[in-house]
């Protein structure tokens, strides 16, 4: 079992839908991250939260919206999204700058 | 062997055996690496990590080997086992990055078979 919990496993939305993917961790760590991952290929890098502040932003489209509520907490809000934004998305924290990231075992977004 | 084309390049390997998988890095300026394995329906699992300070690391049954001269990294999984069956990803954080928190960047991943 990881220790990155995310919420919900699997979500199928429709172009013109709303949702939120969730993301908690109780280990203390102080960053976390948003991460895209396409069937076979590597992990790409949507954002970063350090000390509940957003850091890194890899020129992701708007229709993509982080927030850190405290310092457990990501939320990905979704609207708007295409059929190409579906894919695997994990949710990771780590202890500081130069330690290992703590995956989630992520959601599987389907856009219809 | 080693297989490359339009999927992931995979290693078949006998159960027992030891396990090498390699990762060209692209970034010089990289400082810290990562070693995943990734299973079917779960996110990255940390294996090993190594700073650019060290050539060498060990874990339990792995070692990972870092050659900064040709930025190539290397994963040993000595006496594999069908639960090595995954997807191994090597991951590098640029030196400098003034922004807190991680920047890793993900290699193309190598898919290793275990056959019994």
């Known amino acids: 079992d990881t220790e990155v919990t995310q919420t919900p496993k699997h979500l199928v939305m429709g172009m013109t839908n709303k949702k939120s993917l969730k993301c908690e961790q109780h280990m203390g760590h102080r960053a976390m991250y948003w991460y895209k991952q396409k069937a076979k290929k590597p992990p790409e890098l949507m954002f970063v939260y350090s000390y509940e502040k957003l850091s890194i932003n890899e020129s992701v489209p708007s229709r993509f919206s982080p927030e850190c509520p405290n310092s457990s907490l990501l939320n990905l809000h979704l609207h708007a999204l295409q059929p190409e934004d579906s894919a695997l998305y994990l949710c990771a924290s780590s202890q500081e700058i130069r330690s290992p990231l703590h995956f989630g075992n992520g959601t599987r977004l389907t856009v219809t | 062997g080693e297989s490359v084309g339009l999927h992931l390049p995979t290693l078949s390997v006998q159960e027992g055996d030891n396990s090498i ?15 995943y394995k990734q299973e079917s329906g779960k996110g990255p699992q940390f294996i090993i990590d190594i700073r650019s300070n060290m050539d060498k690391r060990q874990g339990q049954r792995v070692t990972v080997l870092l050659n900064k001269t040709v930025k190539h990294l290397s994963l040993q999984i000595a006496a594999t086992q069908p639960g090595d069956s995954a997807v191994y990803f090597c991951a590098e954080n640029p030196a400098g990055v003034k922004a807190a928190g991680n920047k890793l960047t993900f290699g193309g991943g190598t898919r290793v078979l275990v056959k019994p």
Do not use: E, G, L, T
């Open chain 2, 21 to 35: 998988i390699n990762c060209a890095y692209s970034n010089s300026a990289s400082d810290y690496f990562i070693w």
